[in-house]
Nanobody, 120 residues
Framework: QVQLVESGGGLVQPGGSLRLSCAASGNIVSTGTMRWYRQAPGKQRELVASITSGDSTNYADSVKGRFIISRDNVKKMAYLQMNSLKPEDTAVYYC??????????????WGQGTQVTVSS
């Protein structure tokens, strides 16, 4: 069994910062690309940032220069540092990861989500 668990969400004022964490656990032999998605009320889920096992990163245009994705392969963790937060960043943030439980066999896993609310 593989689990992804997010943490670090909460209420923050505009201009503030939050750091989200995603912990992968279970019978894991390898973790591939890890991603953060978000879904605001009434909107589709959108990709926020991704990081490969080699630390190559990509960001949505809306968060470039404000968010930083990182990972710790030993701890099987991913992080999303969110700075200069705006009300439009309010959403449930989900962690996603490609994980192999057996070498060469990859599956996609999702966390349960963590709420981020940016409001004064």
């Amino acid at each position: 069994q593989v689990q992804l668990v997010e943490s670090g969400g909460g209420l923050v004022q505009p201009g503030g910062s939050l750091r989200l964490s995603c912990a992968a656990s279970g019978n894991i032999v390898s973790t591939g690309t890890m991603r953060w998605y978000r879904q605001a009320p009434g909107k589709q889920r959108e990709l926020v940032a991704s990081i490969t096992s080699g630390d190559s990163t990509n960001y949505a245009d809306s968060v470039k220069g404000r968010f930083i994705i990182s990972r710790d392969n030993v701890k099987k963790m991913a992080y999303l540092q969110m700075n200069s937060l705006k009300p439009e960043d309010t959403a449930v943030y989900y962690c996603n990861a490609a994980i192999a439980r057996i070498y060469g066999y990859w599956n996609d896993y999702w966390g349960q989500g963590t709420q981020v609310t940016v409001s004064s």
